[in-house]
């Protein structure tokens, strides 16, 4: 028998009363767009303009006009804000909203924010309209009931429930993707649509749906509304959303680069490099830290960190917990703010033998190594920011070659020691064998950026 302390809400024996209450604060929105007179069309008629009369002063064709876009939205404000999605509203040339009362108003874009698929939309009236509340999708927990409600296939006010079916969903539809996964019956026009908890609560942004088909398998998406509504208020106060700025290239930390770096397990974000000038240089983070904690929150996997500052206020001092050199620190960032040109992206993922002109063989990684010469950098084009040991060759089936290291490549550090000649490398290799570790983890320079391979040790 399951204990009475962690069993599951009663379903309601109806979802009326709400439906009641939230059906007037959910519109359906359709969008106008030019369509220029078809070109081939317009060439035929010139062709036998000697054929046909044309009255005197006949009035010039009009651009036609044509339905471009169905979708939905929420009132967030009695006098007009409205909530959508950005591809909603994405090249329209007019928007118009209807509400449940069949009313149809022309809405204006007050802002929108591609990179979150959000849109907030204004409309005009001489009444307060019914607005919805904002709920905390942080307190949401799968397997909580939701109603979504929305315009799908243009049929207006459709109202479906379901659960929470996961939380954090990555579905590569942006850099700050962190979606609710819901069962509840969402299709095409349902976007832009709000999902409501039973406390008729906004807690997400209805946006996308996976299905072969086109329709509803049960499998839909929305943005929470701990994203959305920081999102819509900066869209509300400036017309756009301005995020705060860390400064750093990160990237996975896998479980060999967590053993190379001497972590219990593979968790945080790696410091693939750190930016000029950027708050977390200023701060002391350095290239090969793992940065744990951000602003008192676990930071459990690398894509959760844009996410962790974008949502943080500019200017704000906050405490990021990091790894570095087997010891745990803390230190304080000022956040700045984040510019387009400075957009935190995602990183990618023995016995010697002395060769001649100072070459070494290192068969325990299966590379060559050699000192980087003048002659090296122009023989491989490499710039002045690479600086460290170059690769000059890599053997076939090797453990470097399976982390896809090439000649030209640059070793920077080895377990987060800078190298500047093949014996280094080899001695640092050395140690860690004598430790008893089974990987090192070496920072690379290649094709102008940087980045960490953990590289299995092989034995001889």
């Known amino acids: ?22 059906l007037p604060t959910v519109v359906n929105v359709s969008t106008t767009q030019k369509v220029e007179e078809d070109e081939a069309r317009r060439e035929f008629e010139e062709f036998f303009r000697d054929f046909f009369e044309r009255r005197e002063g006949e009035e010039p064709r009009r651009p036609r006009r044509a339905p471009s876009s169905l979708g939905s939205g929420f009132i967030i404000d009695k006098t007009g804000y409205i909530v959508t999605n950005n591809h909603v509203i994405a090249d329209a040339d007019e928007i118009n909203v209807r509400l449940q009362d069949d009313t149809t108003l022309k809405a204006e874009i ?22 919805a509340e904002w709920g905390d999708s942080r307190k949401t927990r799968i397997g909580d009931w939701v109603l979504a409600i929305g315009n799908p296939f243009g049929l207006g006010g459709t109202v479906t ?51 072969p088909s086109g329709g509803s398998i049960g499998i839909g998406f929305a943005i929470p509304s701990s994203i959305a509504k920081n999102v819509i208020d900066q869209l509300r106060e400036y017309g756009d959303v301005r995020r705060a700025w860390l400064g750093v290239r990160i990237q996975t930390v896998t479980p060999e680069l967590a053993e ?22 200023e701060a002391g983070i350095k290239q090969g830290d793992v940065i744990l904690e951000f602003d008192g929150r676990d930071v459990e996997e690398m894509r959760r960190l844009p996410r962790m500052v974008a ?74 920011r690479a600086q460290g040991v170059v690769i000059t060759g890599v053997r076939g089936g090797g453990t470097a070659a399976e982390k896809g290291l090439n000649p030209g490549d640059v070793i920077v550090e080895v377990d987060q020691e800078e190298v500047s ?5 080899a001695r640092k290799v050395e140690q860690a064998e004598k430790e008893g570790y089974r990987v090192v983890t070496l920072l690379v320079y290649s094709q102008g950026d940087f980045r960490w391979v953990a590289v299995r040790i092989a034995k001889g």
């Open 1 to 22: 028998m399951v204990p009475a302390a962690v069993q599951a809400e009663d379903r309601p024996d109806s979802f009326a009363d709400l439906a009641d209450k939230l």
């Open 110 to 131: 007050v802002g929108r924010d591609d990179k979150t698929d959000l849109a907030l939309l204004k409309v005009d009236t001489d009444r307060d309209l019914p607005a």
């Open 161 to 211: 429930a379901g659960i929470v079916s996961a939380r954090s969903r990555d579905i590569n539809a942006g850099p700050y993707d962190d979606f609710l996964q819901t069962d509840a019956s969402i299709n095409r026009g349902n976007s832009g649509g709000p999902m409501f908890n039973t406390d008729g609560q906004v807690i997400g942004v209805n946006t996308a749906i996976f299905s």
């Open 260 to 281: 190379g770096l001497r972590l219990d397990e593979a968790t945080g974000a790696l410091v693939a490099s750190v930016s000029d000038g950027s708050p977390a240089g």
């Open 311 to 384: 949502e943080t206020r500019i200017g704000k001092a906050v405490d990021v917990v990091i790894w570095r050199k087997g010891e745990r620190k803390t230190v304080q960032v000022t956040l700045g703010k984040l510019d387009e040109e400075a957009i935190a992206s995602l990183g990618p993922e023995g016995e010697t033998q002395e060769g001649s002109g100072g070459e070494m063989k290192l068969d325990s990684l299966g590379l060559a190594l050699a000192p980087l010469s003048e002659e090296a950098r122009e023989n491989y084009n490499l710039d002045e």
């Open 421 to 425: 000649a093949p014996q280094d490398v």
